[in-house]
């Protein structure tokens, strides 16, 4: 048995913050969770569809692990990353930092974790990882999936191995804080502009606030996209408020950072951008619960609703990272 002692084993709203709150106060660091996403540039928009999804997908952050690696170049963290196709070698590069005291992050897909309460293939899933033994692995994940937490080593190597979209090769990871971080007013407005120009200027439609706007044309098509609404729009809606988002489609993360940003630097575009965040993010949580409602009675009056708030989310989000972009 190997267990790193003294872990705060604390569950948050978002499965890659909660699990780099592990790694971090290990360190000595504790940094809110709204403030590690905001640190990590992490809310995005991405309408995803693909002939060969049963169902679109809504995302509201960036992509699995491009906050860790973000959050890392802001604070001056040393991140060490190890990925293999070997589960041998995958199994060592976890238990050599565990063994040396050492918490690890652990990118895996959540559908072979045996607590896991939503059994759907979800390759980006992140937790961080204190202590194993003959029959169990000890990990941290979100509140809403209990926070310390155990799975079998069989159903762990499951997870890892998993292959498909958004999944990594058996990643590992950990974190090393410098001696002394910078003061985090110096990296808050990097940080923001640089989350505010990706979604001001997206390479592609499905990104950024013109994503929302084409999810704005396509969300009230949904029940002629499905071939099981009552399980498919649901489902998109829990997604959207409940699976690890931290409610809105992260929206709600983004706005209580800008609130503690606003805090530390005095400026008439934070504040405006708080301001819009706070509307975006009551909109949001509509919007899914108009999809819901959709699926559930089969009526699209509920989705052309959606779409009609999409489109002026698309305007406000826009309108807010305008803002932001000028700090």
Known sequence: MSMVKDVDARGMQHCETT????????EGLGVSEPMLFGLGSGLSFIYWDTKAMGFPFLGGRVKPFELTRNLA?????ELVVAETTSPRKAWQNVTAPLDAGRPVGLQLDSYHLDYFTTKVHFGGHVVAMYGYDDQSAYLVDTAPQGGAVTTSLEALARAR????PMTARHRSFTITAPGSLPPLQDRIVPAIKTCADAFLHPPIANLGYRGIEKAAQLVPRWLQRSDNPREDLPRAAVLMERAGTGGALFRNLYRDF??????LIDSKHLRTGHSLYGEAAGLWSQVAALVATAGDSGETTHLVQAGSLLHELSRIEGEAMQALSRL
């Open 161 to 164: 191995a998993e292959r498909g």
């Open 73 to 77: 170049n802001v604070l001056g963290l």
């Open 19 to 26: 699990a780099l709150g592990v790694l971090l106060r290990r």
């Open 258 to 263: 800008l609130a503690e940003c606003a805090q």
